[in-house]
C-alpha cells in the first residue's frame, strides 16, 4: 500500500478518534454536570426539610412561649417565623412542580397540609391568648391535636428527606457512572489515538520512510560519485519508496548505459585515430614493403581479434602474392590464382565461413572460421586482396566492423595504387622503354651519390658498344636494329642481375656498374659478356641477320681514378678497343702503359 494511502488512512482513523473522543469528552462532561444538579437537587430537598422541621419546631416553641409568658417578642417571632415557613412552602410547591416523583409529590403535598393544619392550630391558640383565653390557647398548643400534626409533619419531612435522598442517591449514581463510562471511553479514544500515532511514526516513518532512505542515501551518494556498480536491491514495494527505488535502479541503468556508450564511443574514437595514424603513413609509404609492414603493424591494433594476409595482383593480373601478414591466420595462403577468389570475382567484399556466410573462396584452406575478404581496387582496377578471419575463441567482430574493413581496404588499395603508379614513372623515369635498361639520367645520378656516399669503395664500369650496328639497320632495317638492341639488353640484364646494374647509355652503346668489383673481376666478367652475346646468331622476319659482336672498355674506381672520371675513362677504353679492331675488351689502365694482350671470341 503507498505510504499517501496509509497516511490518509491514518489522519482519517485520527480525526474520528479525536472526534469521538471528543464527543466522550462532551458526554462525560453532560454525566458530570447531571451528577452537579443531582447532588445539588439533593442538598436543595435537604435543606428544604430540614428548614421545614425546625421551622415547624421553632413556630410551635414561639407560639408556646407566647401564650405563656405573654411577651411581644415572643408574638414577633411567631410571626416571623410563620413568615418564613409559608415561604418555605411555596418553595416546596415550587419544588413539587419540578421533576420529582409522584410519591415525592404526595409527601409534599401531605406536608404542606399538615403545616397548614399545624399553623390553623398554632394562629387560633395565639388569637385565643389575645382574647384573654389562656386556658384554652394552652390546651390549643399543648394538646394532643397540636402534638399529633406536629409529629405528622415531623415524620412526612423525614419521610420526605428518606425519598428524596434515595431518589437523588441513585441519580446521582447513575450520572456518575454515565460520567466515568464516558471518561473511560474518552481516555480509551485517546489512547487509540495515540497508539495509532505511535504506529503510524513506527510504520511509515521509520520502517517505511526513515529506514529505505537511509539505505538509499549510500547509493545515491555512490551514484552522484559515477559509481555505477552499487548493487540497487530489488524492492517490490508499490508505494512512493518503491517508486523512488525503481527511479534510483533506472537512473543507475541509465549512468551503466551511458558508461557503455561512452567506453564505444572512445572505442571507436581509438579505432578511428588508429585508422587515421595507418591511413597518414600509408601515404608516406615509398614502396611496398614498407606498405606491407605499416598495414601488418596497424591491423593488430585497430582489430585485436581478427588475423589477416594483404595480396597484391601480379602485373598481368592472374595471380596474387602475399605481401604481408599479421596474427598468424590459419587459412591463408601464401599465394594463389585471382580467379579462386569470389571477392576478386565480384569485385566487392566477400564474407564465408559462418553459418549465415557465403559459398568459400578456393584459396581457404581450412574451415570453421568467419573469414571476408575485401577486393583492393583504385579507380575501378583491382590491385590486391585484403583476406581476414576470425581467431579461434574470440568474439565474432568481422561483420560489426565491416564499415571500417571497407573503409581500411579502400585506403590500402589507393595506397598500392599511388605506389605502382609512382614506381611506372620512376621506371619512365629512369629505364630505356626499348631495353628495359636503366637510362642515362639514371646513370649520372648513380655516379653521383656513388661518389658522394661511397667514394672510397671499389666501382668496375664497363661501356659496351655493339660494333657495326649501323649495318643491322641499314641491311634488315630499324626492327631488326631494335631487335638486337633488345637481345644485348636482355643479356646484361640477366648477367647483373645480383651483383650491379646495366644502363643504356645512348644508340647502341651500353654501360655496366659492378660495385665492390676489381679490375680483373670486371674484366673477366667483360669477357664472359662478349663471349655471350656473340654466342648466338640472330634471325629477323625470316632472315638470318648473323652473330652480335660487342667492343668493351673496363675502368675501376678510386684505384684508378675518381668516379667522376669513370664513365670517360671507361669510354675511352671502349675507343681505344673499336681502333684496335672491335670485339675486344680493354682496361683504362692499360692505355698509360704497354698494351695488354685482349681475347676474342
Known sequence: MRISTITNWAYGITVILTALSAVAFIMSSRSAEDERRAVEEHLAFDSLTEQLEMGAEVSSDEARLYVMRGEQRHLDAFKADEEAERRHEA?????AARDTSVVERNILEDIVKQAEALDAVEAAAVDAFQKGDRQAAQQMLF????ERLQTALLGSAAHLRDVTATRTGA??????RRSNQWSLVAKIMLSMTGLLFLAVLYFILRRRVAMPLVRMTGIVTRLAKQDYAVEVPDDHRRDEIGEMNEAIQIFRENGLERERLDAERRADQHTKDLILQMMHRLQACENQHELADVVARFAPQIFPGIAGSLYILNEEKSALAQAGTWLKPVNAQIAFPANACWALR??????????????SCQ?????GVATSCFPLTAQGDMIG???????????????????????IAENIGLAVANLQFREKLTDLAIRDPLTALFNRRFLDDTLQRRGRDNGEEPLTCLMIDIDHFKRFNDQFGHDAGDMVMQYVG?????????????????????????????EEDGFEFAEKLRAQISGAALSHSGQIIGTVSVSIGVAVSPAEGAVDTLVSRADAALLDAKAKGRNKTVLASSLNGPPQETRRA
Open 91 to 95: 418553595a416546596a410547591e415550587q419544588i
Open 143 to 146: 394538646g394532643p391535636e397540636h
Open 171 to 176: 441519580a446521582l449514581d447513575d450520572a456518575r
Open 346 to 359: 565480384r569485385g566487392r567484399p566477400h564474407l564465408s565461413g559462418t553459418g549465415d556466410g557465403d559459398v
Open 363 to 367: 584459396h581457404v584452406e581450412g574451415s
Open 385 to 407: 586482396l585484403l583476406y581476414l578471419e576470425e581467431r579461434h575463441g574470440q568474439t565474432p567482430v568481422l561483420d560489426n566492423v565491416r564499415l571500417y574493413l571497407e573503409l
Open 490 to 518: 636482355q643479356i646484361l640484364r640477366s648477367a647483373v642481375v645480383d651483383i650491379g646494374n646495366a644502363f643504356r647509355f645512348g644508340g647502341e652503346e651500353f654501360t655496366v656498374l659492378l660495385p665492390d668489383c676489381s
